[in-house]
């Protein structure tokens, strides 16, 4: 088995009720941050860390993704007859090669262990990496290259620490003291009530699994929230083979999944984008002196 990952395992087959009306036409994951769906900022940090093949675990209605990363002839032609070189290039970086692209159906929703066992057939015998769309991280380094870069074999979470109150959304890690990035860990627990969570070190949506990890979601019981719980999974290897460490990474994560992330996460990339910043930020300072009361200002004529 190789230790180079170049497959990566991406669950989108939620229903995004969090973002209804929007989302009863649109997948979640095709909602614009900026001017690029969220999707787009997940498959820009996969190739950036040398992914090459792509599996979609996806449900009924999702075809909308499968239509935004195939090519659009018509579009391109008009561009190139506009000479609308930027916006051509833009919309080059959506293309998939022809086979890089795998689409699975999820036909029950059991969970994202579950989601993720969809893809083993495709997956075969090597690690692979798993990226959730909701998660957005922006560091200079892509967060799941940084992952690569420090990765030795067994299995990698991505980790950050999160407000204790918040523990019980995530999946929390029991680590070992580490001076470096990479820490060893000796438990991992899905969403557990603040006052017993082993710490406040959270996993967040970037993973390089071995394919144990499938074959422990084979005969996976059911978690927290009624669903096969991939952390579960996970943490089944850390007695017997001792090969789970945790990284924290270098970034912002934001959360999209969530209304208040996904607005955040607007502010934060629109203010990245220099032809964007001066009049955003304009508007922004307007709002927040109009909502704390203090009048805006108003040019004076002539």
């Not at 899905?190 to 390089?208: F, M, Q, T, W």
Request: glycine share 8%; net charge negative.
């Amino acid at each position: 088995m190789t230790n180079k990952v170049t497959k990566a395992v991406l669950p989108v087959a939620g229903l995004g009720t969090r973002f209804l009306p929007a989302t009863k036409s649109v997948p979640k994951e095709i909602l614009p941050l900026v001017d690029k769906p969220l999707i787009q900022y997940t498959i820009d940090e996969a190739r950036a860390a040398g992914i090459r093949e792509f599996i979609f675990v996806t449900s009924r209605g999702k075809s909308a993704l499968e239509d935004y990363f195939d090519s659009a002839p018509e579009l391109e032609a008009a561009l190139h007859e506009g000479k609308k070189t930027a916006l051509l290039e833009a919309l080059k970086q959506t293309d998939m090669e022809s086979g890089a692209v795998a689409y699975v159906r999820q036909q029950e929703r059991r969970g994202l262990g579950h989601a993720v066992w969809c893809a083993r057939k495709l997956i075969g015998d090597e690690p692979f990496a798993v990226l959730l769309p909701d998660d957005v991280i922006d560091a200079d380094v892509p967060c799941l290259q940084q992952m690569i870069e420090n990765y030795r074999g067994g299995n990698m979470v991505a980790a950050m620490e999160v407000p204790t109150e918040s523990v019980s959304s995530y999946g929390i890690l029991d680590v070992e003291k580490s001076v470096g990035a990479v820490m060893p860990v000796r438990g991992m627990v899905e969403k557990p009530k603040p006052e017993v969570a082993p710490s406040n070190l959270a996993v967040i949506g970037r993973y390089i699994l071995t394919p144990q990890v499938l074959r422990n979601l084979e005969d996976a019981e059911i978690g927290a929230g009624g669903e096969v719980q991939l952390t579960d999974a996970i943490a089944r290897e850390i007695g017997p083979r001792n090969n789970v460490t945790a990284f924290r990474f270098r970034g912002r994560r934001f959360d999209c999944g969530s209304k208040a992330g996904y607005l955040q996460a607007t502010v934060a990339f629109g203010l990245s984008r220099p032809e964007l910043r001066e009049e955003f930020l304009d508007f922004l300072r307007t709002v927040s002196e109009t909502e704390m009361g203090t009048p805006p200002k108003v040019a004076a004529n002539g």
